[in-house]
T-cell receptor, first 115, second 112 residues
Framework: DTGVSQNPRHKITKRGQNVTFRCDPISEHNRLYWYRQTLGQGPEFLTYFQNEAQLEKSRLLSDRFSAERPKGSFSTLEIQRTEQGDSAMYLC?????????????FGPGTRLTVT | QKEVEQNSGPLSVPEGAIASLNCTYSDRGSQSFFWYRQYSGKSPELIMFIYSNGDKEDGRFTAQLNKASQYVSLLIRDSQPSDSATYLCAVYGSSNTGKLIFGQGTTLQVKP
């Protein structure tokens, strides 16, 4: 049973560029979540999908952020016109709706640095 | 008031001692509670979850939940230097949301 995978693991980009991250959840998990974490803080929720439906988005997810999960399997998170404040660890997690507590399992994260 | 509050620490304990990590939450309707361990530069790793009042034990870890006091704790027995990490408390709110709400984490240092 492979865990959640994320690519790339690290991304350095210049301010104003667009970036896209990919997340592959645990294979039998139908829920997929995106979080952002900055130094010294706990992860902050961005959005989540149940199958291909995006069910919830945080106010943190500005117009520059978009997430997709077109076939209910992998997901992508795109940030357009990156700003220095976007520098953070972007975490993906997945869970199964069959699990009583919907416990979430995290991938290794993508560390974004905007210069 | 923050939705999930933890003392950021650091909490320092000697090797072999019991480490006690605490968390309070504001949403009285919250149902499920989670503890994650996060090593520096790594992603959070789920170590315990609890949804009923009382204690839940798993090896050296015990999670304790008191919904009346809106309080959840994690005890680590026989602490090892490898337990040195940040421990994150997370809660699902009562509004049937998929959002886990995290505290800022408590840094634990276990000294040999």
């Amino acid at each position: 049973d492979t865990g959640v995978s994320q690519n790339p693991r690290h991304k350095i980009t210049k301010r104003g560029q667009n970036v896209t991250f990919r997340c592959d959840p645990i294979s039998e998990h139908n829920r997929l979540y995106w979080y952002r974490q900055t130094l010294g803080q706990g992860p902050e929720f961005l959005t989540y999908f149940q199958n291909e439906a995006q069910l919830e988005k945080s106010r943190l997810l500005s117009d520059r952020f978009s997430a997709e999960r077109p076939k209910g399997s992998f997901s992508t998170l795109e940030i357009q016109r990156t700003e220095q404040g976007d520098s953070a660890m972007y975490l993906c997690a997945s869970s199964s709706e069959l699990a009583f507590t919907y416990e979430q399992y995290f991938g290794p994260g993508t560390r974004l640095t905007v210069t | 008031q923050k939705e999930v509050e933890q003392n950021s620490g650091p909490l320092s304990v000697p090797e072999g001692a019991i480490a006690s990590l605490n968390c309070t939450y504001s949403d009285r309707g919250s149902q499920s509670f989670f503890w994650y361990r996060q090593y520096s530069g790594k992603s959070p790793e789920l170590i315990m979850f609890i949804y009923s009042n009382g204690d839940k034990e798993d090896g050296r870890f015990t999670a304790q939940l008191n919904k009346a006091s809106q309080y959840v704790s994690l005890l680590i027995r026989d602490s090892q230097p490898s337990d040195s990490a940040t421990y994150l408390c997370a809660v699902y709110g009562s509004s049937n949301t998929g959002k886990l709400i995290f505290g800022q984490g408590t840094t634990l240092q276990v000294k040999p």
